[in-house]
C-alpha cells in the first residue's frame, strides 16, 4: 500500500501548482493583449485603406466625366470641321 503524503508536502505542491498557473495565465493574458493590439491596428489600417479606395474611386470617376465629356467635343468639332471648311471654301 502507498502511504499518503504529509498534509504540509501537498500544501506545499499545490502552491507550486497555483504559481505555475498564475504565471501562464499572466502569459496568456499578455500574448492575447497583444493580439487584440495587433487587430485593432488592423482594423484602423483597413479602414484607412478602405477610405483611400474610395477618395480614389471619387476622383476617377471625376475624370472619366472629363474624359467622356473632352471625347464627346472633340468627335463633335472632328464631324463639325469637314463641313465648315466646306461651307467657308464653297
Same mark, same amino acid.
Given at each position: =500500500?502507498? %502511504?499518503? @503524503? /504529509? @498534509?504540509?508536502?501537498?500544501? %506545499?505542491?499545490? *502552491? $507550486?501548482?497555483?504559481?505555475? !498557473?498564475?504565471? *501562464? &495565465?499572466?502569459?496568456?493574458?499578455? $500574448?492575447?493583449?497583444?493580439?487584440?493590439?495587433r487587430l485593432d491596428r488592423s482594423d484602423k489600417d483597413v479602414a484607412e485603406a478602405n477610405?483611400?479606395? /474610395?477618395? *480614389?474611386?471619387?476622383? +476617377? &470617376? /471625376?475624370?472619366e466625366k472629363r474624359v467622356y465629356t473632352a471625347s464627346g467635343a472633340a468627335a463633335l !468639332?472632328? +464631324?463639325?470641321? @469637314?463641313?465648315?471648311?466646306? /461651307? =467657308?471654301?464653297?
Amino acid at each position: =500500500m502507498s %502511504t499518503q @503524503p /504529509a @498534509p504540509s508536502d501537498m500544501a %506545499t505542491e499545490l *502552491l $507550486k501548482v497555483s504559481g505555475a !498557473i498564475e504565471r *501562464l &495565465s499572466v502569459e496568456v493574458n499578455g $500574448k492575447l493583449d497583444r493580439i487584440c493590439d495587433r487587430l485593432d491596428r488592423s482594423d484602423k489600417d483597413v479602414a484607412e485603406a478602405n477610405r483611400r479606395v /474610395a477618395v *480614389l474611386e471619387q476622383r +476617377t &470617376s /471625376a475624370l472619366e466625366k472629363r474624359v467622356y465629356t473632352a471625347s464627346g467635343a472633340a468627335a463633335l !468639332i472632328g +464631324t463639325a470641321v @469637314p463641313y465648315l471648311v466646306q /461651307a =467657308m471654301s464653297g
